[in-house]
């Protein structure tokens, strides 16, 4: 099929999520390789937001897809109460590389799957319903995770499953990135306290967070807070779980972005990374004190593709690559790098509000006056994002941007001049924007 038919097709027979069809735009893709993608017209676009922040050892990697091609020759499929060699080396691997006692696996197909499952295991251990969240966080697409969403993606999909308390993410809104980072984290986790109390905290199973916020802006937890969290949680009885699913598997310059602040959670999630989205596989690591408990009681919970050979040994392809060339230390090694890039726009264009990475998860805000207006509201938009976005797939560069920021998440394979070539070619499509700045 040549781009246009694809297009026609899938507008008349799929749905495209977040999204009214007509106002459906697709990207006709047939080919992606390292850290490019191309479309039916043989364009290379240089991928820098990693697809949905998930191709993280780029596309296409040979030592993957031999070891896929090698996996279809095996065992394809094994119901989920099955033994198999794949799932015991990957459980064992995963139970090696995570921190502290975080040494049992329950896989899934996704991330908002293993959300829904690190709930279900934090109730059935601790007896108790509630769930704290977060404002600024997304969790995933099912009933129970856009409950514990905070961002405007929940709205539509309420009512939804009871018991979730959502709180103010130590980050406001409206900060303006220059307060007492200190002070942000005392204030919250006082506030944080305060709504525990209010809960009973003999009602709370466990509180669920994005370790680093990833699609609602790129927060990075302030010094101190995710200490200072886990003290608090723990001393109340109170469950951490640590969503990892986008920050994981070395987007952050470590292994699990948790890792920062030197704590280890009570249940992480994970997928994306995991296979680098060559195979869809999600995982939920528990704590053996967590794990222990379900020895002799019962795990309410099941899947037809949990631990899916196949998955799993895409997985283990993908653990190979990642640790073997390193790429973790690159996304550390370019951390800086694409720090300096991101001044070099501030300091070019005068709408550049603010911008902020960790690894190679970085994020640039936008505003539309001199007092720091953001150039869109939250949950809205405004013309120059739009135009600005297509300006950028024009130029031969695809990113997410959304409201008032567009993001920095390259494959982690990246090298520094590519990087470097990414940001040029932001540089030059930024004047749109810079058109409609008031100064």
Same mark, same amino acid.
């Given at each position: ?21 007509? $106002? ?9 390789? !390292? ?5 039916? $017209? ?32 095996? *065992? ?21 590389? #995570? ?62 499953? @009871? ?28 506030? *944080?306290?305060? +709504? ?15 370790? &680093?916020? =990833? ?19 723990? %001393? ?5 779980? #640590? ?18 602040? =030197? ?16 195979? @869809?596989?999600?995982?939920? !690591? ?31 392809? &993908? ?6 060339? /390193? ?6 090694? *370019?951390?800086? &790098? ?8 501030? $300091? ?9 990475? +960790?690894?190679?998860?970085?994020? &640039? ?14 949950? !809205? ?20 941007? %959304? ?23 932001? /540089?030059?499509?930024? /004047? ?8």
């Amino acid at each position: 099929m040549d781009g246009t038919e694809i297009i026609k097709l899938c507008l008349e027979h799929s749905l495209y999520s977040w999204s009214a069809t007509d $106002a459906v735009d697709p990207l006709p893709v047939v080919r992606a390789e !390292g850290v490019h993608m191309f479309d039916a $017209a043989g364009r290379r676009i240089l991928d820098f937001n990693s697809q949905l922040m998930s191709v993280n050892i780029g596309h296409s990697h040979p030592r993957v897809v031999a070891a896929m091609k090698k996996a279809c020759d095996g *065992l394809l499929f094994a119901h989920p109460g099955t033994a198999t060699e794949i799932r015991a080396r990957v459980s064992k691997r995963l139970a090696d590389l #995570c921190p502290g006692d975080l040494d049992v696996f329950f896989f899934t197909l996704g991330g908002a799957e293993a959300n829904e499952n690190a709930i279900r295991a934090a109730r059935l251990f601790t007896g108790r319903q509630k769930i704290l969240s977060r404002y600024r966080s997304y969790h995933g697409g099912t009933n129970a995770m856009l409950q514990l969403t905070g961002d405007p993606r929940r709205w539509a999909n309420e009512p939804g499953m @009871p018991g979730v308390i959502r709180v103010m993410d130590p980050w406001p809104l409206k900060y303006s990135f220059g307060d007492d980072p200190e002070a942000i984290t005392r204030n919250n986790l006082t506030y *944080l306290e305060e +709504i525990i109390t209010y809960e009973g905290p003999q009602t709370i199973a466990a509180m669920i967070i994005e370790s &680093v916020v =990833g699609s609602n802006g790129i927060l990075i937890p302030p010094p101190g807070y995710l200490s200072g969290l886990k003290e608090l949680l723990s %001393r109340h009885g109170i469950l951490l779980i #640590c969503d990892e699913v986008m920050a994981g598997f070395g987007r952050t310059g470590k292994l699990f972005a948790f890792q920062h602040g =030197g704590i280890v959670p009570d249940i992480v999630t994970m997928a994306k990374g995991l296979t680098s989205s060559y195979a @869809p596989l999600g995982a939920v !690591g528990l704590s053996r004190r967590i794990a222990d408990h379900f020895r002799k009681n019962v795990f309410y919970g099941g899947l037809t593709y949990n631990a899916h050979p196949f998955c799993l040994e895409v997985a283990d392809a &993908v653990l190979d690559v990642l640790l073997d060339e /390193d790429l973790i230390g690159n996304a550390a090694r *370019l951390e800086p &790098v694409m720090r300096a890039e991101m001044e070099k726009l501030q $300091a070019r264009h005068p709408c550049v509000a603010t911008h902020r990475n +960790i690894g190679l998860f970085g994020v &640039v805000e936008l505003r539309k006056d001199s007092a720091g207006t953001p150039i869109a509201p939250y949950n !809205g938009s405004h013309p120059a994002m739009q135009i600005f976005s297509q300006k950028l797939l024009d130029a031969g560069l695809y990113t997410f941007v %959304r409201w008032n920021y567009f993001m920095t998440n390259p494959p982690l394979s990246i090298s520094q001049s590519q990087l470097e070539e990414g940001f040029a070619i932001i /540089d030059r499509c930024l /004047d749109v924007v810079d058109e409609v700045f008031d100064g």
